[in-house]
């Protein structure tokens, strides 16, 4: 599981004393001016700690992602690493939830189910949720948006945690299993596609957005992404026949049974699976049994909570929130205050959104199609096995993570958790680090103990500056594109 490396110098230790020291500030944070379900939303700058709980948040952030991005081009050693990352969870597993309150909307979904009724037909509101005060008040008369699978473990955490506390613990135990199993799977990916273990265990666990936010927060992202790597790592390691390719996307049907997110991998997940030359018979000979048992996994899932596919109809309410951190709404503000000029009412939102994801499905395609000919062009596999056998799943999880940081970009609505997914697929295939590695530290300082989004405080300054970013970005492209 690991490799050598070398005895960690004096930046190391550093590194990882500071991020400890950081981790224990974001916690003090937390019980001062956290997500407690006592305490409903407010500005937490007028809580009766809330100074100090904010100065404890900022100085303790500040130190976990500058120890992290201090060694984004490798830890010592991947044992290294996988000590100082566990190190630094250790006061993040005994902090209330932080930076979020979605943890209370999982625990009013399955008491929802639990209790019998659907939480995709209505909110845990109507519902009759006795925790529906420690829910956001976005989120209480919006049904799930998650998968049933994730539906079925909230329900059984409501029901093996009994009360609220009971229920937040289980829910968290279940976002670390996820966490782990992910960091199991960085090293084995990590090799296949020849990038070093010890720089993929380091950017893909000790990243504050893991600890933070997947532990801490315990957002279900951290179940699917430990299904999701499961599933990838069972895929490139399989030598031959048909049964790992099912038991692949049988994985990769249960990470999408949690978070629908995890659906744009599955074709790069083909892709992964071609064995010999890249030829359409090829594909379907072996990605089809990959495509075919995430369908099957799916479907019983669904079949199996007596829920079906409501799910999919929850999804439209998770761009309620608008925010300027979606790159796509920001436009769409941006031509509110341009309309407003001209007397116009606003309105533009929703049709940056619609055109956000039609380009993203443009997107995809082409990252796709981009990454089976670059396999393609590769040759037989008999003539250059070894440069092969790094370069198939390199490309295939490159061009996964492309396609979630895509999706990031491009949704309706961006939450820094969801940067976690491109994060670790990119730390195991990627080439160069900086372009990924540079947001996911920025986007660490979006949110406030108690779940506040400095996006709410920040809208026109944010809106504006992420629309010239977008159309820096553009000139750039296509600047490139000319060259």
Known sequence: MTEPGLPPDGRARSARWAGLAGAALVTVAGWLGGALPTVPPHQPWRMPHGPVALGCWLLGTALMVGAWWALRRGAPSTRWAYRT????????????????????????????????????????????????????????????????????????????????????????????????????CLPGLARACGVPTRRAAWLGLASPLVGVHLVAGAHNDALMLG??????????????????????????????????????????AALAAVRGRYTVRALLRDGGPVVGGAGVALTAVSALSGLGLGWIGGLAHSGDSQQWTSPPTAVGFVVDYLGALAGRKPGAVPAARAVGLVLLAV??????????????????????????????????????GGALAATMALA????????????????????????????????VFLTLPDGTSLARYTKAPGAIAMTALVVALVVLAVRRRRS
């Open 227 to 268: 299904l999701l790597l499961l599933g990838l790592l069972v895929l490139v390691r399989a030598s031959g026949g048909v049964r790992p390719l099912l038991v692949a996307g049988l994985l990769l049907g249960l990470a999408m049974a949690v978070k629908a997110t995890a659906v744009v991998v599955l074709p790069f």
């Open 363 to 400: 997107l995809l395609v082409l990252l796709w199609w981009r990454t089976w000919s670059a396999l393609r062009r590769r040759g037989d596999v008999r003539q250059r096995i070894h440069r092969f056998a790094a370069a198939r799943p390199r490309a295939a999880l490159f061009g996964a």
């Open 85 to 184: 990352a566990g190190l630094w969870l250790v006061p993040l597993l005994l902090a209330p939830p932080l930076a979020s309150r979605d943890i209370y909307s999982y625990a009013c979904q399955g008491w929802t189910y639990a209790a019998g009724a659907d939480p995709y037909a209505a909110g845990v509101a109507a519902a009759g949720c006795p925790w529906v005060d420690s829910v956001a008040p976005l989120w209480r008369d919006t049904p799930a948006p998650y998968g049933p699978l994730f539906v079925l473990l909230a329900a059984l955490a409501a029901t093996v945690g009994g009360g609220l506390a009971g229920t937040v613990v289980v829910l968290r135990l279940l976002a670390l299993a996820g966490v782990l199993l992910a960091g199991l």
């Open 412 to 443: 309706p609505v961006f939450h820094p958790w969801y940067a976690t997914g491109p994060l670790l697929l990119l730390a195991v295939s990627a080439a160069r680090t900086g372009w990924f590695t540079l947001p996911c530290a920025v986007v």
